[in-house]
């Protein structure tokens, strides 16, 4: 495996890792806002929850990024990308429009 291999398959387990335990984190601290921010229905997320320190670590060492980027539609990530009066309501906006979709991500 080349250097530029081995570093992105160390950057993919790193996000995996983070992502893991930042999704833990959000669900302890507020299991309904958690599973809004993630974009997670129940039973992901009562996995998520369950999953232990060493389970946590196995998944993360996969060579796929595990998480997805939930803003997949092209015309949706250029309407957040402008100014809402001024930027004064703009994470409202953007809560408004992530709201909408559709979301259920594993």
């Known amino acids: 495996m080349s250097t530029v291999d081995a570093s992105l398959l ?3 387990q790193e ?4 992502y893991l335990m930042l999704a833990q984190r959000l669900l302890r601290a507020n ?9 997670f229905d129940a039973d992901v997320a009562e996995t998520v929850l369950k999953l232990s320190p060493a389970q946590i670590v196995k998944l993360a060492s996969s060579n796929s990024v595990i ?7 092209g015309q949706l990530l250029s309407s ?9 309501l703009q994470q ?4 408004i429009l992530l709201a909408q979709r559709d979301i259920a991500i594993a």
């Open 10 to 12: 160390n950057d993919i």
């Open 15 to 18: 996000v995996n890792l983070s």
């Open 31 to 39: 299991l309904a806002a958690g599973m809004f921010r993630l974009g």
């Open 67 to 73: 998480c997805a980027f939930r803003l997949n539609d």
């Open 80 to 88: 957040l990308t402008h100014d809402v009066l001024g930027g004064v």
């Open 92 to 95: 409202a906006h953007s809560t």
